[in-house]
Structure formats: structure tokens, C-alpha cells
């Protein structure tokens, strides 16, 4: 709000509608000026806003729906500004909302199974319902305490983000609750909330609902008051997710995202910030949780049932991609077993490396890591798991993945062959109207092979199988050490990271004459150029001939730097 002088400003249009004897709310809230209005504590538009009836026909606007004849300010701004009215955390106004029970009622009548839940409501509904938990805590959770049945009403709206946010900040998950009302959280252990949200994996069908259960689940384990965090890691709660997810009449959504909650289990920092956790820290209220030796027991019985879907041979469905064919795709539920698999690797449990090696776990993954060359989501894992095992301490896990799971060995094959596989048993089939691309894996098979050089400087087992490899020191000398170097940033002509530049030069002048130019390549970059519009009309007619003459395909390999040109046929006329 500016200052006012007299003589010198116009009077507010608020307290021009003020000023009348017979005004309404409705031509307040029409007013464009009420939430600047009431954000500079306007005493008259507070007086009049703090009363009973006002608030309650503020709530009305932000939960009531209307027909759809209606004008659009009674749809869409009223409910808007009056939400925001609400949020602007005038004391007064909350106070008369949490110190009346009929207006309680009327709030949270909202998640009642009978009322029309929008999705515009909605976030409505759950910003001034998490308004009040930020400014009027205890009155809230005295009036929910009260009326335990909100819980098990907001669990059935789960599916409904903007109510699954509530749910959260209402059961202590989130950062910003209940720092300073730890003893309003102790209510929490009579109650079963956990169990309500992991049972709607089995009571319903909608991803939606499946996505937000793990959510909440999640940020239990992110962020759990101490009377949550003992239930969400104990071996019985475990096993009722794993029980939910292995049904076989369940979605694959139930699977995915139960092992969504397994994995932020056994690594509750793995979806948070840095940021968010030096943030955490200075909090007392909650901690993270810490899966048990004995929860990670209860997530290895149920191991070798998911080990089962991995298996792609009796599949029978096809997807068509640009590239040809998979048989069967991936599909999410197999790469969230591989990354459940790899996040297993990275605790330190011993019982759970020797369970993995025992039903192939690992030597699965690793064999996707090649029937799927085009997966990077699956590439990314599977490094992961080869690293893992490479780096721990335990003989036994090195051993297994250099000699049962042959990784070298599949890398060397993977660059001999270098093109897409055309076996007809294969899961990824080229189609047959193209020659076979090449396989996308070349970056993380790059990575993986220089990850075994450098930890072979130090230990005797890695250095020994390599150097028995006489294929392996031919390809490493020929192939792995030039494509280094041609991947390396500060080796660059142009296109490097401004942080990398060599600042020994003080000018572009000194430094074009050592560069050595491909003129294929930058041929192909022009082309790509006019083709993707970047110049003119004139610029693109007169480039059309050798437009018509470039039909080389360009693979750009996940995780490197290598463009890999799979034929270049240059017309006869054109020269370099």
C-alpha cells in the first residue's frame, strides 16, 4: 500500500466501497485492490472481514461448487481471492475460523465422501487448511484429534495431490510442521495412518493413488516424528507393502511405487537436496529413518519373486521404436527392481550381497545392461551396481561380477559387434527396413572400463584379470585410450565449458591457428542448421541441393561425447 497524503493521493476504491452504507462482500472481493488492501492491515476491511458471517461465506466460496451456468466471478475470482485472503495469516480472521466449531465443520465437511472434490477446490481447501497448521497448530490438531475420522477421509482423497500435501504436513512429514508442537504429534501412535496408506496399493486401481501413497510414504522416511518412524521400518510394515506389491491382479503402478517406499527406506537421503538436509539438521522434531538388519531381512525374502520378473522370455508383447523392436520392453516395474537391486549394494549389508549373489541378482542385471542397449535409466543403474560391487571391500562380490557375471568379457563383445544385435531371441530387434544401428550403451561401457583401470591400480584381484585378457590390453591400447583422449573436455577446439577455457591466450586470434578443422563434421552441423530452420528462406533455397545429398544417419551415444556417423555419402561434386 503507498503512503497517503492528504491532498496528494486518491482515497483507496476499498474504502470508497467502505464508505457506503449498504455494501456487500461480493463487491469487496470484485475489488482488484482487497488482498493489497488487507496485507497492508487495512483496520476497517479487517473488522468487517473478522466476522462470523463474512468467514463463512469466505469458506463457502472456496469449497462450495457451482453450476456451470454460473458467471465466471462467482467460478473462478471469488473462491481465488477469498483462499487469498485466508492465506494472507491475518490473526484475527484465522482466530475466528479455529475458535469456532460450526466453522470447523464447515472447513473440513470438504473431504467428506458426499461432497464434490474439483481439483481447483481442491488447492483451495489444502492452502488455508495448511495455513492454519503454519499459524494456528494447536487449535487444528485439537479440533482433528477430535474428529478422527478427517484422517481416514484424507487418506481416501489420497489420489488428489493437493490433498495428499495436507495428509503429509498433517502426520509431521514435512520440514516446516511442527517444530515446536511435538506433544500434538503424540496422537499419531493410536492411530494405524501408516497402515491406511499402504493398503490403498491393494484397495485401489489408480496410479495416481498408488504415486501419492509412496510419496507420503517417502517422506515418512525422509522426515518421521519419532511415533511414525518405528512402524514404517519394521519388518511387518515391509511386508505388507512387498505383499501388495507382488499380487499378481495388482497394476504395475502397486509394484513400482512399493519399491519406491523399499528403496527411501534403505536410502531416505536419496530423493532429498543437499540443501534440504542441512536444513534438516537443525531440526529436533523428526530424523531420518534407518532401515533395521531386520527390515532389510524382510525385503530379502521376498527377493526371489521379484528376481521372476525380470524374466523376458515368456513376454509377448512388442513396442515399435524408431530403432526397431523390443520384445518385450523394459517397462518401469523391471527397472525399478534393478534400481531397488543397486540400492541394496550401496548399504553395506553383508547377508544382502551374499542373497543377490546367490540368486543372480546381479548377473541379471547385467545381462539387461545388454539386452537393452537404448535404457539409459537402465544403463545408469547397472553402473551403479558393477561400481558398487567393484569398490566394496568383500573378495567374494569383486570376483562374481568379473568372473560368474563375465562383465569384461560382455564388454568386449558389446565393441566388437558395436551394431544392434539381429539374434531373433533378443528382447531389442533391429527393423528390417534399416541396416542395424549402433548400440547406445558405448558411453557406460566407457565408464565402466576406465572405473576398472582406476581401481585396478589398487587392487591385485581387478589388475590380474585384466592383464590374463589379451583382448582386453589390445582393445584398452587401441580403442579405450583414443577415445579417451577425443572425450576429453580440456582437449576441445570449441564447444567446452566457459570454466575450462584455457586462459593462458588473451584472444581468439592466438588460438584459431592451431585448431585442425572436420569439414565433414561441420558440413553436417550447416545441414542440420538449414534443416532445423535457424536461417533464412534465402539462405535455406540455396543450401537445398546439398540438402537433397546428405542421407547420413547421426547416433548420439548416451553418456558421451562421441557422435557416431553411420555412413556419410558425399554427392560427387562436393569437394573436402
Known sequence: MFWRMTGLSAASPVDTILDKENFTLEELLDEDEIIQECKALNSRLINFLRDKAQVEQLLRYVMEEVPEDSEKKRSFKFPFIACEIFTCEIDVILRTLVEDEELMDLLFSFVKPDHPHSTLLSGYFSKVVICLMLRKTAPLMNYVQGHPEIVVQLVDLIGITSIMEVLIRLIGADENIYSNYGDTMQWLENTDVLEMIADKFSSSDSPEVHANAAEILCAVTRCAPPSLATKICSPSFVGRLFHHALEESRPKSVLVHSLSVCISLLDPKRLASASYQAFRSNLSHGALVTASPETVDGMLESLGNLLKLLDTSSAENILPTPYGYLRPPLGKHRLKIVEFISVLLTIGSETAEKELIR??????????????????????????????????????????????????????????????????????????????????????????????????????????????????????????????????????????????????????????????????????????????????????????????????????????????????????????
Open 359 to 576: 540368486q543372480s541378482a546381479i548377473k541379471r542385471s547385467i545381462d539387461l545392461f545388454f539386452e537393452y542397449p537404448y535404457n539409459n535409466f537402465l544403463h545408469h543403474h547397472v553402473e551403479n551396481i558393477i561400481v558398487s560391487c567393484l569398490e566394496g571391500k568383500r573378495t567374494e562380490l569383486i570376483e562374481h561380477v568379473l568372473n560368474d557375471c563375465d562383465t569384461v568379457g560382455k564388454i568386449l563383445v558389446a565393441e566388437r559387434l558395436s551394431s544392434l544385435s539381429t539374434e531373433s531371441n533378443a528382447p531389442t530387434v533391429p527393423s528390417e527396413e534399416k541396416a542395424p544401428p549402433r548400440i547406445g550403451n558405448v558411453g557406460h561401457m566407457t565408464r565402466i572400463a576406465n572405473k576398472l583401470i582406476q581401481l585396478g591400480n589398487s587392487n591385485s584381484i581387478i589388475q590380474a584379470h585384466l592383464q590374463e585378457n589379451t583382448e582386453w590390453v589390445e582393445w584398452q591400447t587401441n580403442v579405450l585410450v583414443k577415445r579417451n583422449e577425443v572425450e576429453n573436455v580440456y582437449h576441445w577446439a570449441c564447444g567446452r565449458p566457459t570454466s575450462l577455457h584455457d586462459r593462458g591466450r588473451d584472444s581468439d586470434d592466438d588460438d584459431y591457428r592451431d585448431r585442425d578443422y572436420d569439414v565433414a563434421a561441420l558440413a553436417n552441423n550447416l545441414s542440420q542448421a538449414f534443416r532445423y530452420g535457424i536461417y533464412s528462406n534465402d539462405d535455406i533455397e540455396e543450401a537445398q541441393g546439398s540438402l537433397e545429398r546428405d542421407d547420413e544417419d547421426v547416433y548420439f551415444d548416451d553418456e558421451s561425447a562421441e557422435v557416431v556417423i553411420s555412413s556419410l555419402r558425399l554427392g560427387d561434386d562436393q569437394e573436402g
